[in-house]
């Protein structure tokens, strides 16, 4: 996806805590690539169900996703870009998650993601993960 990543939790096979974590992951990511100098980044999770599998022809078959959750993980991460977190997330993958996930993102405000007809509810991390120690 050019300089993008599609990261899937739950597909192929089914993961019952998939929504925890993908929550997880990109909370963790988001701050491991702050290591990074000059890398900006934008990360968007969402949650629902979508449709997983091989698409294309039988001498270039890719494996994908389709659906409402895809598309609006990527219209978070647009925004994402935008925001001092570098993070969102929808509720309904907050909703999905587990008790222990949800006590580390805070529910904001309402947007119009491009493309959508509803309004999406975001959310993103709280805090950010205590810094390794570099003692040995």
Request: proline share 6%; net charge negative.
């Amino acid at each position: 996806m050019g300089d993008a990543a599609l990261v899937i939790f739950g597909a192929p096979l089914d993961r019952p805590d998939a929504p925890t974590a993908a929550l997880a992951a990109a909370r963790e990511l988001r701050f491991a690539l702050n290591e990074i100098t000059g890398l900006d980044i934008g990360i968007g999770v969402s949650a629902g169900l979508a449709v997983a599998g091989n698409i294309g022809a039988a001498e270039r078959f890719e494996y994908t996703v389709i659906g409402d959750p895809v598309n609006e993980a990527s219209r978070l991460t647009e925004l994402a870009k935008m925001r001092p977190s570098r993070v969102l997330a929808s509720s309904s993958a907050l909703y999905f998650a587990d008790d222990d996930e949800r006590g580390h993102w805070e529910l904001g405000d309402e947007v119009q993601l491009r493309g959508r007809g509803r309004m999406t509810h975001l959310a993103w991390p709280v805090r950010s993960p205590e810094p390794a120690s570099t003692d040995r």
